[in-house]
């Protein structure tokens, strides 16, 4: 869901012919970036192992912090599960690389 979505949307303008503060907010709104401590809680993928995936090429950091900390965006979570996915139908990691490069997630 995203922030302007759901429960969190403001109500509209009612064609009133004023914008909405989703409608000034879309586009100015940082996507969230996640550490990789919060990467590892949401799929249970030990550091190493998402570290491994960086440094191979299966996932991309979206930005570092200044002290040189990864951050990945929401993204990854789709990535991981993919990759997850196609090692318990039995690929291994060179066939999965190739198979998510030609993905579009």
Do not use: C, N
Not at 23 to 50: C, D, W, Y
């Amino acid at each position: 869901m995203h922030l302007w979505q759901g429960s969190l949307a403001p109500q509209g303008a009612g064609g009133r012919g004023v914008l909405t503060l989703v409608e000034a907010l879309v586009g100015k709104i940082p996507p969230k970036l996640f550490k990789i401590g919060e990467v590892m809680a949401h799929t249970g993928i030990s550091r190493q192992t998402i570290h491994d995936y960086t440094v191979g090429g299966f996932i991309d950091e979206d930005a570092r912090t200044p002290a040189g900390h990864r951050l990945y965006g929401g993204w990854v979570f789709e990535r991981l599960d993919r990759i997850r996915q196609l090692q318990q139908e039995g690929h291994s990691l060179k066939t999965i690389k190739t198979m998510i490069d030609e993905e579009t997630i």
